[in-house]
């Protein structure tokens, strides 16, 4: 397993994103030109590059994965069929990757700031909410689950 990311560029425009978009295949445009925010253009750009690179260091087959063969869940979740599986998380400044052989794996990024911890219960295991729940910093120990 190996994590990439990126830092997303602070003042985008539509020329920078035109330009991003001449760097990955045309059958991946229209879903990223549906976005109607350029920071999200931006950001699932960076993505596609992050998984480019990762496809090419892990010496995966180009034929088989590329970013032309990427396909969408239901969610909206994508993926390849095949040994390798990604996931991939945005948050403001920085796009993640996390990609893994021969394992199924998925990540989350969030920017810490203060929120109502209890509101949040349902998306923990019971273990996981009482380590947070008795740890002397509640919202460092959210952040690290």
Aim: aromatic share 14%; hydrophobic share 40%; charged share 25%.
């Amino acid at each position: 397993m190996k994590l990439y990311h990126i830092f997303n560029i602070s003042k985008i425009d539509e020329e920078l994103i035109l330009n991003q978009l001449s760097a990955i295949p045309e059958s991946c445009h229209k879903k990223i030109l549906n976005y109607s925010s350029l920071i999200k253009r931006h950001q699932r750009i960076n993505a596609l590059q992050l998984l480019k690179q990762a496809f090419e260091e892990f010496g995966a087959d180009p034929a088989i994965f590329n970013l032309e063969n990427i396909k969408y869940t239901e969610k909206g979740k994508p993926y390849i069929n095949g040994i390798f599986d990604f996931s991939i998380a945005y948050s403001e400044n920085i796009t993640v990757l996390a990609f893994a052989k021969a394992s199924q794996i998925g990540t989350d990024i969030e920017k810490r700031q203060a929120i109502e911890i209890e509101n949040y219960q349902d998306y923990f295991t019971a273990k996981e909410w009482e380590k947070i729940c008795f740890s002397e910093d509640k919202a460092a120990q959210f952040y690290i689950l």
